[in-house]
């Protein structure tokens, strides 16, 4: 990684918190410990901590926050994020990915002509980036992310297609591999990013020694190459052998 970068926090290493952040973050925990009668059963989302999220991303001004985000990639994708980072979704890139996916053998042009027809660009997927902060997710939510590691192309390319049994179906699940793309983001350079239910929820979660640290983060910012750490497929010891992960 550039050594130039800010400093990197992991919501899974506590180590790697700041110190003023450890200290908020241990004290708002406390504050909540007498409602948890079992880690296990409770998650990060039944935190009521929206009055709290401002300040612990202000706590996090100066770092990066490590995140992982979970797609299907053909390997001249993978290339590219290593080369030029992830960029935000909109039609100009989900019609370059239909392109290079025809001129690189992986679709044919009528195949290519339905998914362009079809691609879904609804304001819930376009000017941003999903990703979830805590690698807990990749078990605890590995439902919630099957779907987007078994079906190429994003949300907006395969979900007008998946639900059906039909060829585009099966080509959609038959190219690419599973895919965790590890990125470093700076919420300063992004700063209408949402997370649901909130970044305080998971540092607080982590704090508690919640078993479901799951935050969905919607990034509004292009991630540059220096900010991709990493991109996990299966057969690599980070990528869980988890029942609910594709595997191939």
């Given at each position: 990684?550039?050594?130039?970068?800010?400093?990197?926090?992991?919501?899974?290493?506590?180590?790697?918190?700041?110190?003023?952040?450890?200290?908020?973050?241990?004290?708002?925990?406390?504050?909540?410990?007498?409602?948890?009668?079992?880690?296990?059963?409770?998650g990060?989302?039944?935190?009521?901590?929206?009055?709290?999220?401002?300040?612990?991303?202000?706590?996090?001004?100066?770092?990066?926050?490590?995140?992982?985000?979970?797609?299907?990639?053909?390997?001249?994708?993978?290339?590219?994020?290593?080369?030029?980072?992830?960029?935000?979704?909109?039609?100009?890139?989900?019609?370059?990915?239909?392109?290079?996916?025809?001129?690189?053998?992986?679709?044919?042009?009528?195949?290519?002509?339905?998914?362009?027809?079809?691609?879904?660009?609804?304001?819930?997927?376009v000017?941003?980036?999903?990703?979830?902060?805590?690698?807990?997710?990749?078990?605890?939510?590995?439902?919630?992310?099957?779907?987007?590691?078994?079906?190429?192309?994003?949300?907006?390319i395969?979900?007008?297609h998946?639900h059906t049994?039909?060829?585009?179906?099966?080509?959609?699940?038959?190219?690419?591999?599973?895919?965790?793309?590890?990125?470093?983001?700076?919420?300063?350079?992004?700063?209408?990013?949402?997370?649901?239910?909130?970044?305080?929820?998971v540092?607080i979660?982590?704090?508690?020694?919640?078993s479901?640290?799951t935050?969905?983060?919607?990034?509004?910012?292009?991630?540059?190459?220096?900010?991709?750490?990493r991109?996990?497929?299966?057969?690599?010891?980070?990528?869980?052998?988890?029942?609910?992960?594709?595997?191939?």
């Open positions: 990684m550039n050594p130039e970068l800010a400093p990197v926090v992991d919501v899974d290493d506590s180590s790697t918190w700041p110190d003023q952040l450890a200290h908020r973050v241990h004290e708002l925990a406390e504050q909540r410990q007498g409602l948890i009668d079992d880690p296990a059963e409770f990060c989302s039944d935190l009521d901590l929206w009055e709290r999220d401002a300040e612990v991303r202000q706590l996090l001004d100066g770092y990066l926050l490590r995140g992982y985000h979970a797609t299907r990639l053909l390997a001249h994708e993978t290339d590219n994020i290593r080369a030029h980072g992830l960029r935000l979704f909109d039609a100009k890139l989900g019609t370059a990915r239909l392109d290079t996916a025809v001129e690189h053998g992986y679709l044919t042009t009528d195949e290519h002509a339905t998914l362009i027809q079809g691609m879904a660009l609804t304001s819930n997927r000017g941003q980036i999903c990703l979830f902060l805590s690698k807990t997710t990749l078990t605890e939510d590995a439902e919630g992310l099957n779907l987007l590691l078994a079906a190429w192309g994003g949300e907006a395969y979900m007008p998946v049994d039909n060829p585009i179906n099966t080509k959609l699940r038959s190219i690419g591999i599973p895919s965790i793309v590890v990125a470093l983001l700076d919420l300063r350079a992004s700063p209408t990013t949402t997370a649901f239910p909130g970044v305080a929820n540092f979660g982590a704090s508690l020694g919640l479901s640290l935050v969905d983060v919607f990034y509004r910012a292009p991630i540059a190459p220096a900010h991709i750490e991109i996990i497929h299966p057969g690599d010891v980070e990528y869980p052998q988890h029942q609910g992960l594709p595997q191939t």
